[in-house]
């Protein structure tokens, strides 16, 4: 399926499945997030969104006090799309081609495991 307009550029994309995991690496921990779409169009093409669910303390512009700044500070999760470091495909640019849901995830797992196996220096399973 596509939107037939000069300003869209791709067909849809459908989300396929979601998974999370918890990574820890030394002192740091993250909940990671990943989005497998499926393209609509082109069989065996997906995209995959790589989310880490980072604390960010943010300074909303309202409510303000009667000098016009904020009067409260608020810390929320966000999720960011950083990708996976040490991928053989650039997510937010490629697709990934592969010629189902699982293997699809077989290549996330596997560029998960390298960026792993680069951080900590021990083998993955």
């Known amino acids: 399926m596509r939107v037939a307009h000069s300003a869209i550029t791709n067909p849809l994309y459908a989300l396929a499945n979601t998974f999370e995991l918890d990574v820890q690496l ?17 069989e065996g093409h997906f995209r995959c969104h790589a989310w880490e669910l980072e604390r960010f303390r943010l300074t909303p512009t309202f409510p303000m006090d009667e000098n016009g700044n904020p ?3 608020s810390d929320d ?8 470091a040490h991928s053989k ?8 081609v592969a010629p189902d849901l699982e293997a699809a995830l077989g290549i996330v797992v596997d560029d998960l ?6 951080s900590t220096l021990e083998k993955a399973r």
């Open 113 to 118: 495991k390298r960026f792993l196996e680069h």
């Open 89 to 96: 495909t650039h997510y937010q640019l490629e697709d990934i």
């Open 26 to 42: 030394g002192e740091d921990s993250y909940s990671l997030r990943i989005e497998l779409f499926r393209n609509t169009e082109t």
């Open 77 to 84: 999760v966000l999720m960011v799309d950083r990708g996976i």
């Open 71 to 73: 009067t409260h500070a």
